[in-house]
């Protein structure tokens, strides 16, 4: 009983002991789990034991590589020879057999030699990964498709073979209680700013979760306000953006076992931004990037206008369109704010019955529910057909966002729109207006203005947010972010001379 207790006191060296001992031991300490494997080796005078889970490990490198070499070799084996000679980085001593259980978990092999004061446990993990591929949910015409992976080393190479500089750091940190997960603070040390490291350093260092399965949850742990429907930090599957926004100053994570990065700080015009807009001409990408802000306008206020000038506004409609309103409304036995949330709520289940169908059946969902059924609507004179059109409306201005998140922020906002619309009229739409501002004012992005370039003003950011500069002339990094290093490159002072054409070289 004493010798029980000792070897499963936590103060005590629980090794040396028997080889049947350190087996039965394990197989309670894993309660009978029956992908636990020994493979026991006889060696001169010595007995080994190696302790794997199946799934867990690369079995055909542990046959080949080391029990192979073990078994060949007839030297009398210690932990540090084995240490030594097995290809195998990360080897450590263990002097507790719980320790040894959860080296195992996680995709250690465990090595005792009988009589040996510690088993030497290596790291042997199975990587089921998948290839870089073709990015999804981001879809772009121009420039690089290739997406992160669920693998945080795949993703750390890739950003770093984009990037190819010395000054890339890194920083590893470990969440979870009951599941840790790695993750790798990102940035560039020469041009981050000191203040969002350490910010974002304390921030994961207190924070308490039992498991981080993907980037998502960790910004809604991480984020400044966690009751605002507006998202305050970046989630790219796209390690071109990722780079990019690393050399602006700002700092990315990567979170093992996600396919998506975070990028902090972000403001709110962060959201319209895509890298598209750097592969294209800075004239055609500043009307890109006005015409999603007035989309996204529009996707707000088109339906609650719609109700608020049927319910008391008549007099600000054109008598021409006015009596197309009431000849497309004759049928209609809903009062207009009854009639726009059931078109709001109709097109809200034709998106996600295509997001959660098939492809192929998505979109044949998608051309159907808009279609067919939307005729079939009017017809029966649920609708009207200028509501109808409407609603397509800002459906398409919501899309125009390049992030999902901002477009899902944009949709929810428009449906207490349309009911105080329908309460107070423009007079409440304005009231709203007002109350989105004034919340985004004091929104913060790790500690950022969310309103930056605007709020405060920055007239120089105004190039990296609402419009674009050409590149020759655009050398600053975004203030707002406050980098070291503001250049990114120095503009020449003297202008190269004009070259002749051939003609005058002819005729001169």
Not at 239 to 253: A, K
Request: charged share 20%.
């Amino acid at each position: 009983m004493v010798k029980k207790l000792r070897r499963r006191s936590s103060n005590l060296n629980y090794f040396p002991v028997k080889i049947d001992t350190f087996k039965n031991d394990l197989i309670e300490y894993f309660q009978n789990v029956p992908e636990l494997s020994f493979k026991e080796i006889k060696n001169k005078n010595q007995t080994i034991v190696v302790a794997f889970l199946n799934y867990l490990i690369e079995k055909p490198f542990l046959y080949k590589e080391i029990i192979q070499k073990i078994q060949e070799n007839e030297m009398v084996w210690n932990n540090q020879l084995l240490n030594d000679h097995i290809p195998v980085e990360g080897g450590k001593k263990q002097n507790q057999i719980e320790n040894v259980g959860k080296a195992l978990k996680n995709g250690s092999i465990a090595i005792y030699i009988e009589k040996e004061k510690s088993c030497l446990t290596l790291p042997l993990p199975k990587q089921e990964d998948r290839k870089p591929d073709k990015a999804e949910t981001e879809s772009l015409i121009f420039g690089p498709k290739l997406a992160f992976t669920e693998s945080l080393y795949t993703n750390l190479n890739i950003v770093q073979n984009r990037m190819n500089n010395p000054d890339l750091k890194t920083e590893r940190f470990l969440i979870g209680n009951t599941a840790p997960t790695e993750i790798r603070l990102v940035y560039l040390d020469s041009v981050a700013n000191e203040e969002d490291i350490n910010e974002m350093r304390q921030r994961l260092n207190k924070l308490e979760a039992d498991d981080i399965l993907e980037s998502s949850m960790l910004i809604q742990y991480i984020e400044d306000n966690v009751y605002s429907i507006f998202p305050q930090f970046i989630s790219t599957e796209l390690p071109d953006r990722f780079s990019f926004s690393l050399n602006e100053g700002r700092l990315g994570i990567l979170v093992d076992k996600s396919p998506s990065g975070i990028i902090a700080p972000a403001s709110f015009f962060s959201f319209f931004e895509s890298t598209e807009d750097l592969y294209s001409k800075w004239n055609l990408a500043s009307f890109i990037r006005i015409m999603r802000l007035l989309a996204t306008f529009l996707s707000l206020v088109a339906t609650p206008f719609y109700v608020a000038a049927l319910t008391f506004h008549y007099e600000i409609v054109p008598t021409e369109l006015l009596v197309q309103l009431g000849d497309s409304r004759s049928r209609v036995p809903f009062p207009p704010i009854l009639e726009a949330l059931i078109m709001e709520l109709f097109i809200e289940f034709i998106r996600e019955a295509g997001a959660r169908l098939p492809s192929k059946v998505g979109q044949t969902m998608g051309i159907v529910g808009g279609i067919v059924i939307g005729q079939a609507i009017v017809e029966a004179g649920f609708t009207s057909n200028i509501l109808i059109i409407i609603v397509a409306l800002s459906a398409l201005g919501s899309f125009t966002a390049p992030s999902y998140l901002m477009g899902s922020t944009i949709r929810i906002i428009r449906f207490p729109l349309i009911i105080i619309s329908g309460i107070w009229g423009i007079l409440g739409i304005m009231f709203s207006f007002a109350f989105i501002v004034i919340h985004l004012l004091k929104q913060r992005s790790l500690n950022r203005p969310y309103l930056a370039p605007i709020y405060p003003i920055q007239v120089k950011d105004l190039d990296n947010s609402i419009y674009r500069y050409p590149f020759l002339i655009s050398n600053k990094r975004p203030f707002s972010n406050n980098p070291k290093n503001s250049k990114r490159f120095s503009i020449p002072k003297k202008k190269l001379k004009k070259s002749k054409d051939i003609d005058e070289q002819v005729f001169t």
